[in-house]
């Protein structure tokens, strides 16, 4: 093997971004290295396997994809790609109910029409595909387009087919805003709001109304229901996306971290490899672009020397948001199965409050009285930025539906005691924590039990002697395990109206160009919509590297229709 290699595409991380982003280029006919730091690829749709034939899933563990262009684009079929389908009925799925400090609060039919309407249900045919295709899988318009209600392309979505929806107030709403509009009940309108915070749009922000309601039905609509999962749960889609990459041609190395990006005049010219390394130290050349499928502070302040960039930008990059938050995640193996309390008979019974045979607990928000409620818990994740000061009664959580239990996982049919579903708490970013960086990880013990705690408030089974196993991850303990997730977990940035689409994370990086020439970037922290989406951000991406000559891909590819090209480049629309 030659010392130094040549490829018209490099790509730095192997990720799900950088992966799909090498299968899409390498469809196209381009060579392909894909440089990864870990010793495995995948990121966040990694399992982890604590004890033999116990896989629990740390970080990406729910499906925003089915709307996806890649499915079709990049024929995932052939590589293995398989869905373990659970078509529930919308309007049936939501008849559980939402859980408060009281007990099962019900969903009335305005909250379950309000949330079909505003979701894409109602229309004749239902829209919801190109609705969700429009909010997350189109690229930010050129810098020259001024962006209005005309050319947003949810809002064109709406006019088409819900014109009501499009009102002047509806760019300045907060979700809150939109959901007392259209729904009825305060704990359906909390449980969203939750669902959101911990989706990537808030729902106290300003601005983002429908992105952040949208992110919260993207799991259930386009899934026909009870959120449908990948076979294998991400771990196993990101496995046919590895597989679609290699079968096209990447070449991929891993246990390979990335050093420098060689800059020469102004224009990225490949990469050099730490010493480290498995190929320690080696020059990775591209003959078109680079590609940092890493956060941006990997990417600008690390891997870029400060002569290559202007102060400006420079400070612009450190001055990116991460007020989001980040994700404190829990798994338990308990002897008997963790069900939900006397309160909440309803969900025991329910098809969406538990999973398999044995009925473990599964699927909801607790507590959700008031919003109220949720601002304490705002505060004290974003404002104080501290451990919990909330007495663990009032700490608001969520039970994923967890993949753990389909057939096809092995602990689906585990003999020995019982794998819970994952808990999900938000809590500060580590790098924002006022009590220290490691401040979670030196707690963790008594953040446990206060987990437990809190969680018992709703759920038997968490008592000492039933637990076999509490396994959780810090939001440091993520963002060592993958260490391009900056702020501890997939959402990245904030997505909030100053940070968004159009000026997602700044203008200058919106359209995942760089201030270098064959520069791009393919990361959650720095693209819209963010790593939730999987395949949008290589998707977007695609429109600017065929806007800018780089790829040229064949009858396969169609772009977004509410795509506009920039002036003076090629369009990515075929001819």
Not at 154 to 172: A, F, I, N, R, S
Not at 336 to 343: A, G, S, V
Not at 355 to 368: F, L
Request: aromatic content about 10%.
């Amino acid at each position: 093997m030659a010392k130094d290699e040549r490829y018209d595409i490099v790509i730095i991380g192997g990720g799900p971004n950088g992966m799909t982003t090498a299968a899409y280029l390498a469809k196209c006919g381009l060579s392909v290295c894909v440089l990864e730091e870990r010793v495995e690829c995948g990121g966040a749709c990694e399992t982890v396997e604590p004890i033999p034939g116990v896989r629990i899933y740390p970080h990406a563990m729910l499906m925003y994809a089915a709307p996806a262009p890649g499915f079709e684009q990049l024929e995932l079929h052939k590589y293995g790609f398989r869905m373990a389908w659970n078509p529930v009925d919308m309007m049936k799925s939501l008849t559980a109910g939402n859980t408060t400090t009281q007990g099962v609060s019900p969903i009335t039919e305005k909250d379950a029409m309000g949330f079909a309407k505003l979701g894409g249900l109602l229309g004749q045919p239902p829209f919801t595909q190109e609705l969700m295709r429009a909010a997350f899988w189109c690229p930010p318009h050129p810098p020259e387009v001024e962006v209005t209600d005309e050319n947003t392309p949810y809002m064109q979505v709406y006019k088409k087919y819900q014109p009501d929806v499009c009102t002047e107030e509806l760019h300045e709403w907060t979700m809150f805003e939109l959901m007392d509009e259209y729904f009825e009940s305060e704990p359906f309108k909390v449980t969203m709001a939750f669902a959101a915070w911990a989706s990537g749009a808030a729902g106290h922000w300003e601005g983002v109304a429908i992105p952040a309601l949208l992110s919260v039905q993207l799991l259930i609509l386009p899934n026909t229901g009870k959120l449908s999962i990948p076979r294998g749960g991400l771990h196993g889609y990101f496995h046919a996306i590895h597989r679609c990459a290699v079968a096209h041609g990447t070449v991929v190395r891993t246990a390979c971290p990335v050093e420098e990006i060689i800059v020469q005049d102004g224009r990225a010219m490949g990469v050099r490899l730490r010493e480290t390394a498995a190929i320690g130290g080696r020059k990775i050349w591209a003959n078109k672009a680079v590609i940092a499928a890493v956060d941006y502070k990997q990417t600008f302040l690390e891997m870029i020397g400060g002569e290559h960039l202007d102060p400006s930008f420079i400070q612009k990059v450190k001055d990116i948001s991460l007020k989001n938050g980040t994700l404190y995640v829990t798994t338990f193996h308990t002897r008997k199965p963790i069900q939900w309390n006397q309160r909440f008979k309803a969900m025991q019974e329910s098809e969406t409050g538990v999973s398999g045979p044995a009925k473990v607990a599964s699927g909801g928000v607790y507590p959700s009285d008031s919003r109220e409620l949720y601002y304490e818990n705002v505060a004290d994740c974003d404002a104080r930025k501290s451990l919990p000061t909330l007495p663990p009664e009032k700490l608001m959580w969520f039970l994923t539906p967890s993949q753990a239990f389909n057939p096809t996982d092995c602990q689906g049919q585990y003999r020995n005691g019982y794998i819970s579903a994952a808990f999900e708490v938000n809590v500060p970013v580590p790098e924002y924590q006022i009590e220290g960086i490691d401040a979670q990880d030196k707690e963790k013990a008594k953040l446990d039990a206060y987990m437990r705690k809190a969680f018992s408030q709703a759920l038997d089974g968490l008592e000492d002697g039933n637990i076999i196993h509490h396994w959780s991850a810090t939001g440091r303990e993520v963002e060592f395990r993958n260490t391009g997730l900056i702020g501890g977990t997939w959402c990245g940035s904030r997505h909030c109206r100053d940070q968004s689409w159009t000026r997602r994370p700044t203008p200058e990086l919106a359209r995942y160009r760089t201030p270098i020439e064959g520069l791009y970037t393919c990361h959650q922290t720095t693209g819209h919509p963010g790593g939730l989406c999987l395949m949008a951000i290589p998707y977007n991406l695609m429109h600017i590297l065929i806007e800018d000559g780089i790829a040229q891909p064949g009858k396969w590819w169609y772009p977004s229709p509410y795509y506009i090209p920039q002036k003076e480049k090629v369009p990515a629309i075929p001819r």
